[in-house]
T-cell receptor
């Protein structure tokens, strides 16, 4: 079946701490894993993505890791800042990504306390 | 360069009416996908169009339809509106065949009274 589970649903950290959000997907054929940041009332913004032939990818303070065997991938944010506060969604394409269909997780509300 | 543009930004309709939402992809992008986002949930896939053909369809009733035009812009049509159709409708574009990054527009907020 097509399913992406995301944890935790809410996460509160102090400014400067690290935050980790985890997702598990069900379709072993999934080959592309994006992360989106959505601020209140705004569009989902692609912040980082990883393909199935790569285990880790970094972009400044954010990184994504992928474990294909366990079918899970994680978003890591270091040195968090108040402007990182938002809802974060993971996603995965079912069926090997033959279409642009993405199955989204349920979202994680990240609150960075100053 | 302009991002994905959607119109209108807000829309209020009553039950039973129909609605047309519009999307212009990023210049050079040939694929457009539509998603429905209910408050507090992640986006749910409705349709994907690539090169003016439907390439994917989500689990939505036949009241939902879409099309893509020669300039790659797209319309989403919803007939016989129900209260449960109230949501943010998002359009995402990508350069071509998947898996490629998809970029979302600001969406159309549809409210059904």
């Amino acid at each position: 079946g097509e399913n992406v589970e995301q944890h935790p649903s809410t996460l509160s950290v102090q400014e400067g701490d690290s935050a980790v959000i985890k997702c598990t997907y069900s379709d072993s054929a999934s080959n592309y894993f994006p992360w989106y940041k959505q601020e209140l009332g705004k569009r989902p913004q692609l912040i980082i993505d990883i393909r199935s032939n790569v285990g880790e990818k970094k972009d400044q303070r954010i990184a994504v890791t992928l474990n294909k065997t366990a079918k899970h991938f994680s978003l890591h944010i270091t040195e968090t800042q108040p402007e990182d506060s938002a809802v974060y969604f993971c996603a995965a394409p079912p069926g090997g990504g033959a279409t642009n269909k993405l199955i989204f997780g349920t979202g994680t509300l990240l609150a960075v306390q100053p | 360069d302009a991002g994905v543009t959607q119109s209108p930004t807000h829309l209020i309709k009553t039950r039973g009416q129909h609605v047309t939402l519009r999307c212009s992809p990023i210049s050079g992008h040939k694929s457009v996908s539509w998603y429905q986002q209910v408050l507090g949930q992640g986006p749910q896939f409705i349709f994907q169009y690539y090169e003016k053909e439907e390439r994917g369809r989500g689990n939505f009733p036949d009241r939902f339809s879409a099309r893509q035009f020669p300039n790659y812009s797209s319309e989403l049509n919803v007939n016989a509106l129900l209260l449960g159709d109230s949501a943010l409708y998002l359009c995402a574009s990508s350069p071509g065949r998947p898996p490629l990054p998809q970029h979302f527009g600001d969406g159309t907020r549809l409210s059904i009274l």
